[in-house]
């Protein structure tokens, strides 16, 4: 099994949301538009959270990663290309366009309530200590994750070949 961090499933969540988002068509006005109120409380738990940062350094992180992927772009990869992009990033994770669509998304899962509480926790020793050390474990858990994958690999390609094989027969 697969074990991931429930922040960092919401970051990655995020940053597709920010990703589709960027290439689909403008929103549309029957939305659910969050309160000016709402949308503070999103950028105050951001702040808290270190949205911004911890956004833009996973997406520098995959595009270094699929640079360095290609002999052609890997000399690319620098700490300056990283500095610069990490910068664009952050602004683009940081804008008010970004916290309006991040409310848009919280508000249909927490309530204003629930997301004082959200701010009220992170604000806490313990919450701090999640924010600080939920790189390294969520890093961990999918290094995990991984070995387990490969550990079982047999056991869980029978379970899916017994699938393909019920496919192939509704196919024919």
Excluded: C
Excluded at 142 to 154: A, F, Y
Aim: hydrophobic content about 40%.
């Amino acid at each position: 099994m697969y074990f991931i961090t429930a922040s960092r499933a919401l970051l990655i969540f995020f940053l597709l949301i920010f990703a589709a988002q960027a290439f689909a068509a403008p929103n549309d006005a029957s939305q659910n538009k969050p309160s000016g109120d709402y949308v503070k409380l999103v950028r105050q738990w951001a702040q808290i959270t270190d949205f911004a940062k911890n956004a833009s350094t996973v997406a520098v992180d995959k595009i270094n990663k699929d640079l360095a992927k290609d002999p052609k772009s890997q000399m690319l990869v620098s700490p300056t290309l990283t500095s610069d992009l990490k910068q664009f990033f952050y602004e683009q994770f940081n804008s008010d366009e970004m916290m309006a669509r991040l409310a848009t998304i919280y508000q249909q899962y927490f309530t204003i309530e629930e997301m004082m509480a959200l701010i009220n926790f992170y604000n806490t020793p313990l919450g701090q200590k999640i924010i600080q050390s939920n790189q390294v474990i969520a890093l961990q858990s999918e290094q995990m994750g991984g070995e387990l994958l490969k550990k079982h690999e047999k056991d869980y390609m029978q379970i899916i070949s017994k699938y393909l094989k019920s496919a192939d027969k509704t196919k024919k």
